[in-house]
């Protein structure tokens, strides 16, 4: 998985291959961290979003807002708010699966799915109606858990 990350905060351009195993080593106050502190957002907390989504019968849009609502939580909007950034998970193909972007005149933040994602999304949310709120909770917790441990 390759995260890509550009003009946010001290990180100007960064284009990184992210393995099972990867180490950081550089300076103090150059980056390491907050790569992986975007890393962890990008993957996990999208994960979350995604399953709270789902759990509350959401929509792309219901989706878009948590992983805003989520993003301003992690990094508050003083650390973002004076520059236009982005940052993109793509996969083995090199195709974008997830991006946020915030264009420098306005706060708002742009979140993007590829065409792949949306498909399948949509596909899950039609699967999900059918299962009753009970189950869905059941599907949750067990989503969040296997989550802990990968």
């Not at 805003?68 to 992690?74: L, Q, V, Y």
């Amino acid at each position: 998985m390759r995260l890509q990350i550009k003009n946010f905060s001290i990180l100007e351009d960064i284009d990184i291959e992210i393995n099972d195993f990867t180490i950081f080593i550089g300076e103090q106050a150059t980056g390491k961290s907050l790569i992986c502190k975007v890393y962890f957002f990008m993957t996990k907390v999208f994960t979350f979003a995604m399953n709270e989504t789902f759990v509350a019968n959401g929509d792309l849009a219901f989706l878009k807002q948590k992983i805003a609502d989520s993003f301003i939580k992690i990094f508050p909007e003083y650390f973002w708010a004076n520059q236009a950034f982005s940052f993109s998970i793509l996969n083995k193909e090199n195709m974008v699966l997830f991006s946020i972007n915030k264009e420098q005149e306005n706060l708002n933040l742009k979140i993007e799915f590829n065409d792949m994602f949306i498909e399948i999304f949509n596909y899950l949310l039609t699967l999900l109606s059918e299962v009753n709120d009970e189950k869905k909770s059941e599907h949750y917790a067990v989503i969040m858990l296997k989550n802990q441990y990968e």
